[in-house]
């Protein structure tokens, strides 16, 4: 089997500032939002800090908690503007995920969740608007799950052939792209790939689910790290029995680990869009400028994890 675990003694704490702005050619009158920009609180991570404030101050916010426990806010703004900021400033403490080599050892197909005791895995089986399960998906996915084949193994095959076949172009796709054009076409972004990802593992009757969040891109070696560069990201994540989720990166080729600051999980995009909204205006143009950083700000290793460039999404 693959060597798919680690040690978990490796911590680290980000400083994350997620900036989103719109712009507008005429006034708007009023902005209605929504997001998932709060980090998860899990056994391997912790939100230590977290604000969204908006430009114009919103008139009215609140907080909550949607079906999948993901952190959510609304905001609206009612004073008139054609400049709309919103920003979310979080700090973040992430170690290593562990997951036990047994439950890896299983054949794939002793993994299929059953309604009995699987909570919500039975949601994440089935297709969704932006995951569709087609022939062609099936196809692909069948190569990593051969009858038998150990789980853990299965998985890692699977992203290593998603990184290998597909060209990760930035530009390349939308928000809208569905997993059949990105099979035909063999490039996207994260968002693609981890869809795919998930739609691969559907195919053969286990439960994915798409995450989305940031990714501490490392500089490389001698070079001074950039802010305002990151991106969001996204990935997958399989359900184990047991309960637990094996969250793996198709994007870079490696399962996620204390890198990665895990935002929200959902069927897919659709699921946890960062942001989306409504406006009421006579504006005939927009435009949409976002930025990220992800600043280390602490790290506890017993020795130097080291880093590498990696593609944020």
Not at 171 to 199: E, N
Not at 219 to 236: L, N, Q, S, Y
């Amino acid at each position: 089997m693959a060597d798919v675990t680690g040690p978990s003694t490796v911590s680290r704490r980000y400083a994350i500032e997620h900036r989103t702005t719109y712009t507008y050619s005429d006034d708007v009158s009023a902005s209605y939002g929504r997001g998932y920009l709060r980090p998860r609180d899990l056994s391997s991570q912790r939100c230590l800090t977290h604000q969204v404030r908006t430009t114009p101050p919103a008139a009215d916010s609140s907080v909550g908690l949607d079906v999948y426990g993901n952190n959510e806010f609304f905001f609206h703004v009612t004073a008139a503007h054609r400049h709309l900021e919103v920003i979310s400033q979080s700090l973040v403490e992430v170690s290593r995920p562990v997951t036990d080599r047994a439950v890896l050892a299983q054949p794939w197909e002793q993994v299929r969740p059953r309604t009995a005791g699987a909570g919500d895995a039975v949601d994440f089986v089935i297709g969704s608007p932006r995951v569709e399960l087609t022939a062609a998906v099936l196809a692909y996915a069948q190569a990593s799950f051969p009858p038998g084949r150990e789980i853990g193994d299965a998985v890692m095959d699977l992203t290593h052939r998603i990184y290998a076949d597909f060209t990760y172009r930035a530009g390349s796709t939308t928000v809208t792209t569905m997993v059949a054009d990105v099979l035909v076409a063999r490039q996207g972004v994260c968002q693609d790939f981890a869809h795919l990802a998930v739609a691969c593992l559907r195919s053969v009757g286990l439960a994915g689910r798409y995450v989305s969040g940031y990714l501490a891109t490392d500089p490389p070696p001698g070079r001074e790290r950039m802010i305002g560069v990151d991106a969001t990201h996204a990935w997958a994540a399989l359900w184990l029995p047991g309960g637990s989720w094996l969250a793996f990166d198709p994007t870079n080729d490696q399962l996620v680990d204390e890198r990665y600051a895990t935002v929200a999980w959902g069927r897919d995009y659709g699921d946890v869009p960062p942001l989306k909204g409504v406006i009421f205006t006579d504006s005939t143009t927009s435009a949409m400028q976002v930025s990220v950083d992800v600043a280390p700000v602490g790290i506890r290793d017993p020795g130097d994890v080291g880093g590498r460039p990696l593609f944020g999404g």
